[in-house]
């Protein structure tokens, strides 16, 4: 399943990048990341990261690298072992007011186990429901300037 989602952030186009490009604050806004664990990199192309997911086959586990990284406009996470297969292209841009994030993913069903296993088409729409409520806490945690984005 492929898909594409955006969402207005009122922060400086740098900032967005920022947060977003730091995979260990995911668990801060993405509902199905409970951890994530840096094992090799300096954040650019090549880190690597070990996920634990809540998926509704249960818990999971994913190694991730960033796979693509332009500084400040746009990084990518591939999921290159584990169940659910998945690339998120993330693109920053200025916009009015801040910026605009782009998400442009791609996620598979392969290895959920279970009843899971069966939910094709309704995986998908449950799952695109999802990833927008996730951008919205993303844009809630990022906009509040109070925010305990060091965490």
């Known amino acids: 399943m492929a898909f594409t989602l955006a969402v207005d952030i009122h922060a400086a186009p740098a900032d967005v990048f920022a947060f977003v490009a730091d995979f260990t604050k995911t668990p801060q806004w993405y509902s199905a990341v409970q951890r994530v664990e840096h094992l090799s990199g300096d954040g650019g192309a090549g880190t690597r990261y070990i996920v634990h997911r809540r998926?509704?086959?249960?818990?999971?586990?994913?190694?991730?690298?960033?796979?693509?990284?332009?500084?400040?406009?746009?990084?990518?996470?591939?999921?290159?072992?584990?169940?659910?297969?998945?690339?998120y292209r993330y693109r920053i841009q200025p916009a009015s007011g801040g910026a605009r994030l782009q998400l442009d993913g791609s996620i598979s069903g392969a290895g959920l186990t279970g009843p899971a296993q069966f939910l094709g088409p309704f995986a998908e729409r449950f799952f695109s429901r999802g990833m927008q409520d996730n951008l919205g806490s993303l844009k809630r945690l990022i906009e509040q300037p109070t925010s305990p984005r060091t965490a």
């Not at 086959?57 to 332009?70: D, E, H, K, R, T």
């Open 55 to 87: 998926l509704p086959g249960g818990p999971a586990i994913n190694i991730v690298q960033v796979s693509a990284y332009l500084a400040g406009q746009e990084v990518s996470f591939t999921s290159v072992e584990g169940p659910t297969p998945f690339t």
